[in-house]
T-cell receptor, first 114, second 113 residues
Framework: AQSVTQLDSHVSVSEGTPVLLRCNYSSSYSPSLFWYVQHPNKGLQLLLKYTSAATLVKGINGFEAEFKKSETSFHLTKPSAHMSDAAEYFC????????????FGTGTRLKVLA | DGGITQSPKYLFRKEGQNVTLSCEQNLNHDAMYWYRQDPGQGLRLIYYSQIVNDFQKGDIAEGYSVSREKKESFPLTVTSAQKNPTAFYLC????????????FGPGTRLTVL
């Protein structure tokens, strides 16, 4: 069975400091992995995706994520947080093994302190 | 600009009423999806459609109904049988029903009065 776990429900960082949002996944097959961002009362915007090409994936707004198969992780990072990064972030695993499914983590709310 | 539109942005319903949420896409995507979002629970799949005139139940389909008469449109009806309909509803689409990336609309917030 496939699953995804976001290890922190809330993360607070100061503006200008690094961001780390953690995501672990479980999958019996080669997964596709995604990070989305959601600002309050808005839809989900795709930040980046991993689909078995390069393990280090660069996304929009300076975010990147590294796929580590040995650790079954896909953590999201950004070198320097900006106030506009405050939002909720969702890690998603997608597997096509007869039945295709997008499986969402429960989200990490990022707070950026001035 | 290509994208997904949802309307209305906010919707209020009295108990016992059916309401319909609109979802339109001009991305020429074959597959469309409806999700429900509740605080702290991530997103849960209500219904999905792989192609026109086809749709399948997701994980929490009870109390909801959909139609897919046109490629661009995938409306969701929240019926009076849905016991706890207050939530944020998100529509999404993808090129095909596979591991393709899903793209999301801006959402509709439904509140039952």
């Amino acid at each position: 069975a496939q699953s995804v776990t976001q290890l922190d429900s809330h993360v607070s960082v100061s503006e200008g400091t690094p961001v780390l949002l953690r995501c672990n996944y479980s999958s019996s097959y080669s997964p596709s992995l995604f990070w989305y961002v959601q600002h309050p009362n808005k839809g989900l915007q795709l930040l980046l995706k991993y689909t078995s090409a390069a393990t280090l994936v660069k996304g929009i707004n300076g975010f990147e994520a590294e796929f580590k198969k040995s650790e079954t992780s896909f953590h999201l990072t950004k070198p320097s947080a900006h106030m506009s990064d405050a939002a909720e972030y969702f890690c998603v695993v997608s597997v096509s093994s007869g039945t295709y499914k997008y499986i969402f983590g429960t989200g990490t709310r990022l707070k950026v302190l001035a | 600009d290509g994208g997904i539109t949802q309307s209305p942005k906010y919707l209020f319903r009295k108990e016992g009423q059916n309401v319909t949420l609109s979802c339109e896409q001009n991305l020429n995507h074959d597959a469309m999806y409806w999700y429900r979002q509740d605080p702290g629970q991530g997103l849960r799949l209500i219904y999905y459609s792989q192609i026109v005139n086809d749709f399948q139940k997701g994980d929490i389909a009870e109390g909801y109904s959909v139609s897919r008469e046109k490629k661009e449109s995938f409306p969701l009806t929240v019926t009076s049988a849905q016991k706890n309909p207050t939530a944020f509803y998100l529509c999404a689409s993808s090129i095909m029903y596979s591991t393709d990336t899903q793209y999301f609309g801006p959402g509709t917030r439904l509140t039952v009065l």
